[in-house]
């Protein structure tokens, strides 16, 4: 059972399956008969395991690169309208840092770039030419702030948050702590 254990969480965590999907993966492939809901409770009887591995590796990972990405997008949730911001390391693609808000103004920027600061400093930061990165971006003295036209007419593979979309290069979602903006 150890071994299937681990394939699922594996499928789970890097290729962005449904436990639904695992179970059938995992049927139709290797003639194992497990449940989706069992997959579900592996997931999160490991997920502290995986959690304490990302804290200790972290440090270890090299999160100064030329760029990060800084970029929001519209969720919902139980109808309400939220904004989530979001820095991504360019060069590993993970998530550096989050923040969920109703808001979608400057110091919401400034709340998610104060929060990533301590794992570092890049070249630039990169943002669509949305005002509210501006001053939060000047704030960080010595980073350049590159400003890209809207992400409209753009294929979805070349979009940072889209990346998660069965796109060549899909995020990663680095589990740092300490740059969760609540």
């Known amino acids: 059972q150890g071994h299937e254990d681990h394939m699922d969480l594996t ?3 890097l290729g962005k399956n449904s436990f639904r999907n695992i179970a059938l993966i995992l049927r139709t492939v290797m003639n194992i008969q497990v449940s989706h809901t069992t997959i579900s409770n592996w997931c999160t009887r490991f997920a502290p395991m995986f959690q304490n591995i990302a804290i200790q590796l972290i440090p270890m990972l090299n999160l100064n690169s030329d760029e990060w990405h800084a970029d929001e997008t519209v969720v919902k949730i139980q109808g309400q ?3 989530l911001w979001l820095i991504l390391d360019s060069e590993t693609r993970f998530v550096l840092g989050f923040h969920l808000s109703p808001h979608r103004d400057s110091p919401q920027a400034f709340s998610i770039l104060e929060a990533v600061r ?3 400093t890049p070249r630039a930061i990169v943002s669509d030419r949305y005002a509210a990165y501006r001053a939060p971006v000047k704030a960080l003295h010595g980073v350049e702030h590159i400003r890209v036209e809207s992400f ?4 979805p593979e070349t979009v940072p948050l889209d990346r998660t979309n069965g796109a060549p290069r899909p995020l990663k979602w680095c589990m740092v702590t300490a740059a969760m903006v609540h």
Do not use: E, H, I, Q
């Not at 409209?152 to 294929?155: A, D, E, S, V, Y």
């Open 152 to 155: 409209l007419n753009t294929p």
């Open 81 to 83: 309208k939220y904004y």
């Open 11 to 13: 499928m789970f965590y």
């Open 118 to 120: 301590p794992l570092g």
